[in-house]
């Protein structure tokens, strides 16, 4: 058994070790993390979160990595996030195999972690959220959160955030897949990064237009900026610190912040009751009744809604 | 108020209106589903359904119409399902726009639906089951689910049939892409269709390796087999319900198909219950008691977990 308290009270003096092993606790979907959590729940809410997304080859762990320099400058400590949905083993430790991140895998204000979620119990809606609580609780005051690897799913993440980045690159028709993929809706800031390449003009002019940035709007909305970068030469990255700032300073001046976070809150409590509702179904009844409640239904029998209700009784006993 | 049980007889004897309107009972989720699915029951359990999956363009509109002549000429009666995962909008009652399925519009032994499931209450797990409860019990012998626009769905629509088709086409990079979705585990058969174009052998030979045919398997294992179709001059598709005929076979003689039956079924009736029990949390609470909990958990003044506490007594009393 961890002794949870313990680590939570070196999570909070910032010792990396404590820092690891609590989100490591989140990633294995451990018993004690309800004890963590409700230890960790007074240290948190301080931390700014981003999320980046884009499809792969767009630079995203470039540009956190560029992000993490930038935030380091103006003597932040920050987090970062690297969440891989699709894959179920853990990158453990430290992203010490992300060339990118190594510059800062030796600072000691900067956290790095790895999460694989796949078979996660509660999904993505528990996972991230947990995990940046620890990290918010460590004292970091921006925490970037990267999706590795691709998927639908990377909305979900990006999602879990406070602001959300969506980065693009030129020359890959990304404006268009980003569309489909219902991309664009959840862009808070842009980036263009590559933008040294040909097209980078191109891609800013069309993505504008997939925005309607033309467009009127009511005063006092947020007209989410498009940022052009050359993340790995640290190129617009102030610019993008500063667009990210803005929206920080937009979100808490029309309490959309609060009401952010409020909406992420509410998601995450639900998905754990439902969790707990639906171990509870098991518990009373066990895999063999569902199968035989599933059987009558399968022959016509049963129909489904009478077959799920004698499910509900058990768990009600109502 | 629509009188369920006519509504049942009606389309027990086979009548397209009664039909048509039991499955926008389901695409709207409407209060009387329950009615409707429990008188629709002890007809159910006939049909044989067939997922089709694949990319856009590899043909998948002009495969199913293919292939319901094939089944008409074996003198069954067929029945369409064309799902539509990412519109919320209803295509209403025939698919009348689709010029492919026009040859089969005025047979009244082939029933053509579409169903748009975007934002229905319980989603796929529900709308795709109860519309195929609704065939079935019209007298469709065979039931084609086809899944109309793009989207990580379409994998899930597909899964709701007793064999999933999954369709390429060659020089789409189809096979890798295939890969990614994770659209080989769920194939049964494949089809490799616009078999005349270059490259049709090679895209066969590529998908064969993926799926590590030459490897030896169990005896008794299936082994999907590869059709080679070019469906717009109906070439290969004899061979396609060939294919189809030996794995429906198959699966009946080692008890797959009751277990895949019998696993839908489970899946569903856990959903519908899930529903129900959220539902409820929502009658004991109300909205804004959620958002209350969720405040709390925003500011770190309560744990997740002891707010999901509060909401799961509220069900289930304890």
């Known amino acids: 058994m961890i002794d949870v308290p313990t680590l939570v009270e070196q999570a909070r003096l910032g010792r990396p070790r404590a820092v690891a092993r609590l989100i490591s606790l989140v ?3 451990s018993p004690q993390l309800r004890e963590a959590m409700a230890a960790l729940a007074p240290h948190t809410g ?5 999320g980046l ?3 792969p080859g767009v630079g995203k762990s470039t540009s ?4 993490v320099s930038a935030y380091r400058k103006r003597g932040k400590r920050v987090g970062v996030l690297a969440v891989d949905p699709s894959s179920p083993f853990s990158g453990g430790a430290l992203l010490g195999d992300r060339v990118r991140m190594q510059e800062h895998a030796t600072d000691p204000e900067v956290y790095i972690r790895s999460m694989a ?3 996660h119990l509660g999904g993505l809606s528990w996972a991230a959220p947990q995990a940046l609580r620890v990290l918010d609780a460590a004292g970091c005051e921006v925490i970037l959160v990267e999706t590795v690897g691709v998927g639908q799913s990377e909305v979900e993440v990006a999602a879990q955030a406070d602001t959300t980045v969506v980065l693009l690159a030129p020359g890959m028709g990304d404006g268009i897949q980003a569309a489909k993929a219902g991309i664009l809706e959840i862009g808070d800031v842009f980036v263009v990064n590559k933008a040294d390449r040909d097209g980078a003009d191109a891609t800013v002019r069309e993505l504008g237009h997939m925005l309607g940035l033309g467009e009127s709007r009511s005063p006092g909305d947020w007209r989410p900026p498009i940022v052009k ?4 030469r640290a190129e617009g990255v102030d610019e993008l610190v500063e667009a990210l700032e803005k929206h920080h300073a937009w979100m808490e001046e029309h309490g ?4 952010r976070r409020r909406r992420r809150a509410a998601e995450e409590v639900e998905a754990i009751a439902m969790a707990a509702l639906r171990s509870r179904m098991g518990d009373l009844h066990g895999d063999r009744r569902l199968d035989s409640l599933a059987e009558r239904v399968a022959s016509g029998a049963l129909d489904p809604y009478a077959a799920a209700d004698e499910l509900v009784q058990g768990v009600t006993g109502a």
Do not use: D, F, I, Q
Request: no cysteine.
């Open 64 to 67: 956190t990595s560029a992000l």
């Open 53 to 55: 997304t884009g499809s």
């Open 46 to 50: 301080r931390a700014y979160t981003v």
């Open 229 to 232: 970068t050359v993340a790995a």
């Open 256 to 259: 959309e912040l609060a009401a």
């Open 117 to 119: 979620t796949r078979g």
């Open 27 to 29: 990633e294995n979907a």
